[in-house]
């Protein structure tokens, strides 16, 4: 049962460019939703975060929009850097106490 | 202010023997969670704790597998007999309060079964 889908393994693109990932979530009860940002060999580390009665979070170049009707929310990250390639995880929390429940991840690739 | 300190990095173990990850949490932190990552999946939640408690274990298999998190010193996440299967990274986070403001993972333990 994944409630949260990350439908795209992998997304490439060219620097400068809007990177947009994106995330589908099954559980309406979730009410709070994050975003993780994971390179080989290390931890996920926790980039922006949105709560469900928001539809907009901004934080410098990294942008989470939430669509509850549609349960679905996108990272965008503009403009993209070789530096932003990495895993990105978006994860939900709401019902189920302290825990986080994660999407598969998509690898994005961002080319000079 | 150290991260999240988990220890070892790698960690080898035969078939039947016991796993042992340790994980210390960020100073001030009384929340501690630990995920598996097995290859090519995203984490899945195991554990969640805090001082001498066990809140959330929800997604711990039913045998083999334990978790601590003592007054003194750090959570201990154990797996006895361990199997092929077990091998995955291993990834423990803290957080002051709940998850929502994101918690501060650690850089995981990667336990290969041999």
């Known amino acids: 049962d994944q409630q949260v889908k990350q439908n795209s393994p992998s997304l490439s693109v060219q620097e400068g460019r809007i990177s947009i990932l994106n995330c589908d979530y099954t559980?309406?009860?979730?009410?709070?939703f994050l975003w993780y940002k994971k390179y080989p060999a290390e931890g996920p580390t926790f980039l922006i975060s949105i709560s469900s009665i928001k539809d907009k979070n901004e934080d410098g170049r990294f942008t989470v929009f939430l669509n509850k009707s549609a349960k679905h929310l996108s990272l965008h990250i503009v403009p993209s850097q070789p530096g932003d390639s990495a895993v990105y995880f978006c994860a939900a929390s709401g019902n189920q106490g302290g825990k986080l429940i994660f999407g598969q991840g998509t690898e994005l690739s961002v080319k000079p | 202010n150290a991260g999240v300190m988990q220890n070892p990095r790698h960690l080898v173990r035969r078939r039947g023997q016991e796993a042992r990850l340790r994980c210390s949490p960020m100073k001030g932190h009384s929340h501690v969670y630990w995920y598996r990552q097995l290859p090519e999946e995203g984490l899945k939640f195991m554990v969640y704790l805090q001082k001498e408690n066990i809140i959330d274990e929800s997604g711990m298999p039913k045998e083999r597998f334990s978790a601590e998190f003592p007054k003194e010193g750090p959570s201990i996440l154990r797996i006895q007999q361990v199997v092929r299967g077990d091998s995955a990274a291993y990834f423990c986070?803290?957080?002051?309060?709940?998850?929502?403001?994101?918690?501060?993972f650690g850089s995981g333990t990667r336990l290969t079964v041999v």
């Open positions: 559980n309406s009860m979730f009410d709070y």
């Open positions: 986070a803290s957080s002051p309060t709940g998850p929502n403001q994101g918690y501060t």
